[in-house]
């Protein structure tokens, strides 16, 4: 069901912000099923339930966030932060007082609200030679 959902909002937001090569690479590369079980085995992922159905999720490796998706429907509901609450929290108790994040363009002011400060702007090389930019992001607590 996370990798669905990860699927599914990748498809249905960025598709106009992406190139089909970059997304397939999101996808089916870094958020492969592969590496999200090996996620779920090292207890990194954490989901968001509503009446039984996943409608988000979020999965951290020590102190960086790697993967926040919530469902179209519930989004711009507070569900987004809610889980980005839990996750600083959780990352603030494992000793840490820096969050580092990769945020996708469409999220990045999502971010920005929330009190992430850009660090870097970056670029991905998929296999073909394109690219897509992202941005690293830091929070100190």
């Given at each position: 069901m996370v990798k669905e959902l990860i699927d599914y909002t990748l498809d249905y937001f960025y598709k106009d912000y992406y190139n089909t090569e970059s997304l397939d690479y999101l996808k089916n590369d870094y958020h492969s099923i592969e590496n999200i079980i090996h996620d779920i085995q090292q207890e990194n992922v954490y989901i968001l339930c509503y009446s039984n159905k996943i409608i988000g999720t979020g999965t951290i490796e020590n102190n960086y966030i790697k993967r926040l998706?919530?469902?179209?429907?519930?989004?711009?509901?507070?569900?987004?932060?809610?889980?980005?609450?839990?996750?600083?929290?959780?990352?603030?108790?494992?000793?840490?007082?820096?969050?580092?994040?990769?945020?996708?363009?469409?999220?990045?002011?999502?971010?920005t609200k929330i009190g992430y400060l850009t660090i870097?702007?970056?670029?991905?090389?998929v296999k073909s030679g394109k690219d897509f930019k992202y941005f690293e992001m830091k929070k100190i607590k």
């Amino acid at each position: 069901m996370v990798k669905e959902l990860i699927d599914y909002t990748l498809d249905y937001f960025y598709k106009d912000y992406y190139n089909t090569e970059s997304l397939d690479y999101l996808k089916n590369d870094y958020h492969s099923i592969e590496n999200i079980i090996h996620d779920i085995q090292q207890e990194n992922v954490y989901i968001l339930c509503y009446s039984n159905k996943i409608i988000g999720t979020g999965t951290i490796e020590n102190n960086y966030i790697k993967r926040l998706f919530v469902l179209k429907d519930f989004q711009k509901k507070g569900y987004g932060t809610y889980i980005m609450n839990f996750l600083e929290q959780t990352i603030l108790k494992n000793g840490y007082n820096e969050i580092i994040l990769d945020a996708l363009v469409i999220s990045k002011d999502f971010f920005t609200k929330i009190g992430y400060l850009t660090i870097n702007e970056k670029v991905w090389v998929v296999k073909s030679g394109k690219d897509f930019k992202y941005f690293e992001m830091k929070k100190i607590k």
